[in-house]
């Protein structure tokens, strides 16, 4: 038995690596020059890598934490030591009035917040995780966008400017591009509201060490040549005998294939027999996120008793963390996330730098300019189409859903969108791909490893 794999993300990868251990013979097509997908790493220093997509991780990432037990790489905390810093604008203030807060309670109204998430929590109790399209009432909350919910529910102006700051740090999402279901799905998926906003014991504790990057490139090199990188796939095509995965190099023949790429480019592909239904729809929008990377000979914003954690309602920068490695340089990592990354990614690249090098200096009063300066734009991202996931419009789940890990013949699907478990983090990813490997070896079963 032979099975082709689209795409050398993690999902790809992992199934790849599990059909090479039943002793099936495996083919990964990649369209980018390396592997990883929306797993990036950018070296910011001689041997300091920093993590320009996916980065942490908790301990209820079962599947992530064994597979990097297998693959020897270990886990680093997400440093949090030291007072938060939040620079928010209340409706008739002029500038952002920037302070220190110990812990990571903003400076709002204590009653307003606990609201929101009350509203929040209420409305992610509700969805059927496993399959969200059958959720009570799934009809109305697909209908409606996460913004038109805010404007109906959120009465305190504290919780208006928090709510979107939230779910773009959660979710890279603008409200008015996801619907209300698949935000509610989304965080509960994760662990729910409290684990996923957590570091310390929830899904921000860890990053692996010296790079997320470094598992997919374990698992590419596990499986040699069986990766073929620079080969974007073009066509789908399924006979009695097999299937033909055509690219722009060549054609390859095998008995199955797993698509792990975004469902919107698995839209691009031309399928014979045609799928019976779209992966995605117009209203389907790429994860609003990019990544800037600021790096200084150290963690300079530890002496003055910060954290690096930051939050501001104005851009460029809505958040920012201190992801500097062990014992090497600093590294401020800001997130740009929702309507605020669509205006960031328009700009040249000495506006971006100028934008979040004043931000930096207003967050963290005496930080010099830094000597080091990176921006991954996911949105412009032709083979990832924003990160961290997919976002799912209105309708998406009620038209999209139920079909999303239904294969289509020998076509089969993986990809952190395809897991109801944790959709749209590494965990995620690992456990579609581990599905979808399951399923196509299924009907063949095969003994031996060839790894």
């Not at 205006?343 to 010099?368: C, D, I, M, N, T």
Request: proline share 7%; charged share 20%; net charge negative.
């Amino acid at each position: 038995m032979k099975v082709l794999v689209v795409g050398a993300g993690l999902a790809g990868l992992t199934a790849a690596t599990d059909l090479a251990a039943r002793g099936v013979d495996v083919q990964v097509l990649e369209a980018r020059d390396r592997v990883g997908g929306r797993m990036h790493g950018i070296e910011v220093a001689q041997d300091d890598w920093a993590d320009a997509g996916a980065a942490y991780l908790g301990e209820r990432h079962t599947e992530l934490l064994a597979l990097m037990a297998e693959t020897d790489l270990k886990a680093v905390p997400t440093a949090m030591e030291g007072a938060s810093r939040f620079a928010l604008t209340a409706p008739d203030a002029t500038a952002p009035d920037a302070r220190s807060v110990p812990g990571r309670f903003p400076p709002l109204s204590g009653v307003a917040l606990g609201e929101l998430f009350d509203l929040l929590d209420e409305v992610t109790r509700t969805v059927r995780v496993d399959a969200p399209w059958l959720t009570p009432d799934a009809e109305r909350l697909d209908s409606i966008t996460a913004a038109e919910w805010a404007e109906e529910n959120l009465r305190h102006p504290d919780a208006r400017l928090f709510f979107p700051l939230f779910l773009g740090e959660m979710m890279a999402a603008a409200p008015a591009d996801v619907s209300v279901l698949h935000m509610a799905f989304y965080l509960r998926s994760g662990g729910g509201l409290r684990y996923l906003n957590a570091f310390a014991g929830g899904a921000q504790e860890s990053r692996i060490d010296g790079g997320a990057h470094r598992l997919c490139e374990v698992l590419a090199a596990r499986l040699g040549d069986r990766v073929r990188l620079g080969e974007p796939v073009l066509a789908v095509e399924q006979d009695g005998d097999g299937v033909t995965v055509r690219t722009a190099g060549g054609a390859h023949r095998g008995d199955a294939v797993i698509v792990a790429v975004p469902p919107v480019l698995a839209d691009r592909i031309g399928f014979r027999p045609a799928l019976p239904e779209p992966r995605s729809s117009d209203r389907t929008a790429p994860g609003c996120a990019v990544k800037v990377h600021l790096i200084h000979p150290s963690p300079l914003w530890r002496e003055m008793g910060l954290s690096g954690w930051s939050v501001s309602s104005d851009g460029p920068l809505l958040s920012t963390v201190d992801d500097s490695p062990p014992g090497g340089v600093g590294v401020l990592t800001g997130f740009v996330t929702g309507e605020e990354a669509k205006r960031y990614a328009a700009l040249p690249l000495a506006e971006q730098r100028a934008a979040a090098v004043a931000q930096a200096a207003l967050l963290f009063p005496g930080l010099p300019e830094p000597i080091g300066f990176h921006v991954t734009n996911w949105l412009d991202e032709p083979y990832s189409r924003g990160c961290y996931a997919a976002l799912f419009g209105p309708g998406d789940w009620i038209a999209q859903g139920p079909g999303l890990t239904r294969p289509h013949g020998r076509v089969h699907w993986a990809g952190t969108e395809t897991s109801t478990e944790f959709f749209g983090l590494m965990e995620g990813a690992i456990r579609s791909g581990r599905r979808a490997a399951a399923e196509a070896a299924h009907d063949h079963p095969t003994s031996g490893s060839a790894l």
